[in-house]
């Protein structure tokens, strides 16, 4: 920010700048709360860019081409969320298959479907109603998707922070077998991440709804990255050593500020990538090193 602010203190530190910023990003820190939730229980979660994508979908085709409403239509997104994450849990916990190959594979097919649903075309016109509750109204002049992001950002917080559940879900990802050992379901932990990871990563593709307006078969598939950058840097910061809400939502913006900057200077396109993967191998570096000098403590 001082950097960039220095180069271009007139449009860089704009209050409208800012403001754009923080709304436009809100699908980008749901997305990556979505995946630090089983990347707290120790699994990978490579579909959840899928999961959005297929939300997104699902609302602009029932909305739009069948002309359902929109509540209805809200609830059977949020259901394929959910629906994908236990999938996922299911191939995991029962044939003992890697999470990342798991993940990876349930993904493409959800794309696979996607393309099919869709027939690989944007379906614009999705109800004004979502559209307004997203991105239209404001809270000082800040979209409200960036206030709904923060909420969300505030429940996973506590929820890891002072509750059971979460609680357990911090063990479960330290030590598996001393939380096996301690009477803990791991196996009902873990299938529990994954449901919440695909309920969230199906919310940011409501919102992501909501911001366009349209839903594009492939909207959401290059937010995977960023995000995973995202949750590694976060856990850096804020509680060093573990992946937390905060923090994420924190590398969230530090990495988009980076790339908001370098473009209005003028950066090529193909930048982003290099800076974002770039981003990624640093955060799990830092994140790796920061969580092997942390005691484990199970008590």
């Known amino acids: 920010i001082v950097i960039f602010g220095t180069l271009m203190p007139d449009s860089f530190l704009s209050w409208r700048s ?8 809100a699908v980008l820190v749901v997305l990556t709360l979505a ?6 229980s120790g699994d990978f979660d490579l579909s959840g860019a899928s999961t959005l994508t297929m939300s997104c979908m699902l609302i602009a085709v029932l909305n739009v081409k069948l002309g359902w409403p929109i509540a209805p ?5 949020l259901l394929s969320g959910v629906i994908i994450g236990a999938v996922n849990a299911f191939f995991v916990l029962y044939f003992r298959i890697h999470s990342l ?3 990876l594979g349930v993904g493409t097919f959800v794309n696979g479907l996607i393309l099919w649903v869709s027939n ?22 800040i979209p409200l998707a960036f206030f709904y992001a923060l909420i969300l950002a505030a429940v996973i917080w506590y929820a890891l922070e002072y509750t059971i559940p979460g ?17 803990i379901n791991v196996d009902r932990v873990r299938a529990t991440s994954f449901m919440l990871s695909g309920l969230i990563s199906a919310f940011a593709g ?11 078969p492939l909207s959401g598939l290059n937010l995977l990255l960023p995000a995973f950058a995202a949750a590694f840097l976060g856990a850096t910061t804020i509680s060093p050593g573990r992946f937390n809400a905060f923090g994420a939502v924190v590398s969230v913006y ?32 830092l994140s790796q090193l920061v969580r092997n000098r942390q005691p484990q403590d199970f008590s």
């Open 18 to 25: 800012f403001s754009t910023l923080f709304g436009s990003q």
């Open 35 to 40: 995946i630090i939730i089983p990347l707290t």
């Open 73 to 77: 239509v809200l609830l059977v997104a």
């Open 101 to 103: 190959i798991v993940t």
């Open 120 to 141: 690989s075309q944007t379906i614009s016109g999705v109800s004004m109603t979502l559209v307004e509750w997203v991105i239209i109204n404001r809270l000082f002049g």
């Open 167 to 183: 609680r357990k879900l911090l063990f479960v990802g330290r030590g598996r077998e001393v939380s096996r050992l301690n009477g």
């Open 206 to 216: 409501m919102l992501y709804a909501g911001m366009t307006g349209s839903a594009d």
């Open 254 to 285: 530090f990495l988009v500020t980076g790339i908001t900057g370098l473009t209005m200077l003028g950066a090529d396109a193909y930048v982003q990538n290099l800076f974002y993967g770039g981003a990624l191998v640093i955060a799990v570096s």
